[in-house]
Nanobody, 126 residues
Framework: QVQLVESGGGLVQAGGSLRLSCAASGRTVSNSAMGWFRQAPGKEREFVAA????????YYADSVKGRFTMSRDNAKNTVDLQMNSLKPEDTAVYYC???????????????????WGQGTQVTVSS
């Protein structure tokens, strides 16, 4: 089993930055694709970003491309999401997710991820 814990959320003004972190425990995720998703009130959970097991490939939703950067540190069993130029529409609970399959390519589909964190709130004021 893998436990994921997100941190780094908070309140920020539009145009500001936040850095989210996700720490994995239980077993290593160094051979797992990882993803970030978010869910705003009244909306479905949506894909934000994903990264391959070795960090060699990253994918982003069009809405965050050029503003968000996902990275990972397999030695520390962590993944990060650097969020710049934040907009009010980025307000949501952000979730970290891990694919339980060995070195499967990252994907935007929620169903591919087997482990989820509890989420961290990000609020962007206008």
């Amino acid at each position: 089993q893998v436990q994921l814990v997100e941190s780094g959320g908070g309140l920020v003004q539009a145009g500001g930055s936040l850095r989210l972190s996700c720490a994995a425990s239980g077993r290593t995720v160094s051979n797992s694709a990882m993803g970030w998703f978010r869910q705003a009130p009244g909306k479905e959970r949506e894909f934000v970003a994903a990264i391959s097991w070795n960090g060699g490939s990253t994918y982003y939703a069009d809405s965050v491309k050029g503003r968000f950067t996902m990275s990972r540190d397999n030695a520390k069993n962590t993944v990060d999401l650097q969020m710049n130029s934040l907009k009010p529409e980025d307000t949501a609970v952000y979730y970290c997710a891990a694919d339980g399959n060995f070195r499967r390519p990252p994907t935007r589909w929620r169903s591919a991820y087997d482990y989820w964190g509890q989420g961290t709130q990000v609020t962007v004021s206008s």
